[in-house]
C-alpha cells in the first residue's frame, strides 16, 4: 500500500551554474554601483548581502540572522571578518587567506588549510579593527542594523559621515544577473514539484504535518533549503504563516501551501489552493475572483509600471469578478536572496519595476472561522511584461474524497 512519503517523488536535477563565477560578477557589479554612488568602503553584514558581496553562505548566520561577522569590501579589497570557526568554508568559497580575519576561539586540526592555521583575534571589535587598518576607508556605507550595538556604534563614533547601506544594497541587488535568474528558476521549480506531491499526497484524514514532510522532502531532494512549509486546511487555512498541525483533512476543507525553499542563497515563495471534495459555489466563485486578480496583475506588470498600479489593477479586478469585500496591504513583493525585497506591491509605493528585477505576485485572503486561500506566482520583469517562471496548475485544485 502506498504511504504518504510515496509522493515525494526526485525533482528535477541541479542546474549547472559556477558559483565562483557567479560571485566574481556580482562583485564586479557591486563596486561598479559603488564607483557610480561616490562608496569607497562597504561594509555589509546581512546574511544576504555578505552572500552577495563575498560569494560564502554561512551556514551559522543562516540559522541566526544576527550573526556577528561582516564583509568589506573596496575597490581593491574583498575582506571578511567572522568567527574564526567559519574560515574554513569561506576559504572553499574562494575567500584569500590574507582577507580573512577571524575572532572568538575555535580548532581545526592538520595542515591541509593555510587559512585555520591563523592567529585569531579575542573579539569581533579586534579583528575588525585590524581589518579596517589595513585599507583607507575613505567614504563608507555600512549597514548598521545587522551588526551588533558595540560594532555599529564604534563604527558610528569613528566614520561619522558614514551612510546607511541598506537600501543601496536592495537597488543593487534588485536587477538580477543571468545566472542568478537561473538559480531562482531553479528554486521555483522544485517549491512548485513540492506542492504537487503535496497535493497528490493530501486525502481525508491524512493530516497536515503528513502533507507538509511530502512537501519538505520533495524541495529538498531539489537540493532546496527548506524555508517555510504553511500546509493548513479546513478553518486553519486562514491562518497566515502558520505551522502545520496534526489536524487531519475532512471533506470540503480548503487546504492552503505558501512554501518556499533557499536554493544557493536564492529564495521562492509559491502557492497554491485545494479543495477536499467539490468546492462550494462561495469557495468556486470566492477563488475565481482572487485568481483573475492574480492574472491581471501579471498582464499590466513590466519594466517602468509603478508598484502602486499593479496593486491597483489586482484589486480593481477581484472587485470586478464579485469580490466586493476584499481587502489586502500588499499583493506581492521583489524576490531574490531575500523572499522580501524591494519595492513591495501595495497602494502607496511609486517605485517602478525595473527590468530583469524578480516579483511573486499574489492575491491572498484569509477569513478566520471559513479558511483561506491564495495564488502565487514568480516571475521576471522585462520591458514588455511579466515572464512566469512558475508554471503549476493555478486552479482551484480538486481532492477526490
Not at 23 to 30: D, E, T, V
Request: proline fraction near 4%; aromatic fraction near 8%.
Amino acid at each position: 500500500m502506498n504511504t504518504v512519503a510515496d509522493h515525494a517523488k526526485l525533482p528535477t536535477s541541479a542546474i549547472d551554474v559556477d558559483l565562483h563565477s557567479l560571485a566574481s560578477q556580482r562583485i564586479a557589479r557591486l563596486r561598479a554601483k559603488m564607483q557610480k554612488s561616490a562608496i569607497d568602503t562597504l561594509v555589509v553584514s546581512s546574511p544576504e548581502n555578505v552572500l552577495y558581496a563575498s560569494g560564502y553562505e554561512s551556514m551559522p548566520a543562516t540559522i541566526n540572522r544576527r550573526y556577528g561577522y561582516c564583509a568589506i569590501v573596496t575597490a581593491a579589497d574583498l575582506l571578511m571578518v567572522a568567527p574564526t570557526a567559519d574560515c574554513a568554508a569561506a576559504e572553499e568559497a574562494g575567500i584569500k587567506t590574507d582577507a580573512f580575519y577571524p575572532f572568538g576561539e575555535f580548532y581545526f586540526s592538520g595542515e591541509q588549510s593555510g587559512m585555520h592555521g591563523k592567529a585569531w583575534h579575542a573579539g569581533f571589535l579586534d579583528a575588525l579593527s585590524a581589518a579596517m587598518a589595513r585599507i583607507r576607508p575613505g567614504r563608507m556605507a555600512v549597514e548598521f542594523d545587522h551588526l551588533p550595538p558595540a560594532i555599529s556604534e564604534m563604527l558610528k563614533n569613528a566614520y561619522s559621515d558614514a551612510a546607511d547601506a541598506t537600501g543601496f544594497m536592495l537597488q543593487v541587488r534588485g536587477q538580477k544577473l543571468p545566472d542568478e535568474i537561473a538559480l531562482l528558476r531553479h528554486a521555483a521549480i522544485i517549491t512548485e514539484q513540492a506542492i504537487d506531491a503535496g497535493i497528490r499526497a493530501a486525502a481525508v484524514g491524512v493530516t497536515e504535518k503528513e502533507v507538509a514532510s511530502v512537501v519538505a522532502a520533495t524541495m529538498s531532494m531539489g537540493g532546496g533549503f527548506t524555508r517555510n512549509v504553511t500546509v493548513v486546511g479546513g478553518p486553519r487555512s486562514a491562518y497566515c504563516d502558520c505551522h502545520p498541525t496534526n489536524r487531519p483533512l475532512e471533506p470540503g476543507d480548503l487546504l492552503r501551501f505558501d512554501v518556499g525553499c533557499s536554493y544557493f542563497g536564492y529564495k521562492s515563495d509559491l502557492a497554491r489552493t485545494a479543495v477536499i471534495g467539490e468546492p462550494t459555489a462561495l469557495q468556486a466563485g470566492r477563488y475565481h475572483a482572487l485568481l483573475r486578480g492574480l492574472e491581471a496583475e501579471i498582464e499590466i506588470a513590466r519594466a517602468g509600471i509603478e508598484a502602486k498600479e499593479v496593486y491597483e489593477a489586482g484589486m480593481r479586478r477581484v472587485e470586478q469578478e464579485g469580490f466586493a469585500d476584499f481587502r489586502r496591504h500588499h499583493l506581492g513583493h521583489a524576490i531574490g536572496m531575500a523572499v522580501y525585497e524591494a519595492p513591495v506591491i501595495n497602494a502607496h509605493s511609486t517605485a517602478k519595476l525595473q527590468e530583469n528585477a524578480t516579483f511573486c505576485l499574489e492575491t491572498p485572503y484569509y477569513e478566520p472561522g471559513w479558511g483561506g486561500m491564495m495564488c502565487e506566482d514568480t516571475g521576471i520583469v522585462t520591458a514588455s511584461g511579466f515572464e512566469l517562471i512558475s508554471s503549476l496548475d493555478r486552479s482551484l485544485r480538486v481532492i477526490p474524497c
